[in-house]
T-cell receptor, first 112, second 109 residues
Framework: DGGITQSPKYLFRKEGQNVTLSCEQN?????MYWYRQDPGQGLRLIYY???????QKGDIAEGYSVSREKKESFPLTVTSAQKNPTAFYLC???????????FGSGTRLTVV | EDKVVQSPLSLVVHEGDTVTLNCSYE??????LLWYKQEKKAPTFLFML????IEKKSGRLSSILDKKELFSILNITATQTGDSAVYLC?????????FGAGTRLTVKP
């Protein structure tokens, strides 16, 4: 079945450490996105990519980095520069233009 | 700056009630508006609206878009406890979505 796989589902990180969240899709979608969700707020865009080896900053890119070496994969690294990284992270993909989106099941990151 | 406002932020009803959720938006290069239902994890797709005034229906849920007044509503009739969730609206602009904060609906037995 086609879909998006995010891993891990739960992640704990110590302050000062970098951590990478995985996102893989087998939908042959060109575009991929990372969103962050905090209680009481809508999903906020961190980064998105429309093509391999290219990506754009979203609204809250500071403290995050991404890569798009393969069409299927769009990993997100939460760096130690991200001041408040505890959140729920969702990866999504779409065709271009985005008349349909598919979401992964999310990764809940907790900084301890 | 793009703006998406959903109201109410929170709503508690009893089974069988009808609810209306609102979404107003101010975005550039609007393409369509999506509604999602989010329970524990990833949002699940409900509707995509591209044309004004055409109601989309799926069972007890329906939605309509007004592109002139820049808003959309999501109606749920005969609510059930399984409708309890956060409902997100998301206008799409170019190659991106802008999400509202969501309406948290709680349906009590």
């Amino acid at each position: 079945d086609g879909g998006i796989t995010q891993s891990p589902k739960y992640l704990f990180r110590k302050e000062g450490q970098n951590v990478t969240l995985s996102c893989e899709q087998n939908l042959n979608h060109d575009a991929m996105y990372w969103y962050r969700q905090d209680p009481g707020q809508g999903l906020r865009l961190i980064y998105y990519s429309q093509i391999v080896n290219d990506f754009q900053k979203g609204d809250i890119a500071e403290g995050y980095s991404v890569s798009r070496e393969k069409k299927e994969s769009f990993p997100l690294t939460v760096t130690s520069a991200q001041k408040n990284p505890t959140a729920f992270y969702l990866c999504a993909s779409s065709i271009i233009p985005p008349y349909g989106y598919t979401f992964g099941s999310g990764t809940r990151l907790t900084v301890v | 700056e793009d703006k998406v406002v959903q109201s109410p932020l929170s709503l508690v009803v009893h089974e069988g009630d009808t609810v209306t959720l609102n979404c107003s938006y101010e975005v550039t290069n609007f393409r369509s508006l999506l509604w999602y239902k989010q329970e524990k994890k990833a949002p699940t797709f409900l509707f995509m609206l591209t044309s004004s005034g055409i109601e989309k229906k799926s069972g007890r849920l329906s939605s309509i878009l007004d592109k002139k007044e820049l808003f959309s509503i999501l109606n749920i009739t005969a609510t059930q406890t399984g409708d309890s969730a956060v409902y997100l609206c998301a206008p799409t602009i170019d190659n991106d979505m802008r999400f509202g904060a969501g309406t948290r609906l709680t349906v009590k037995p």
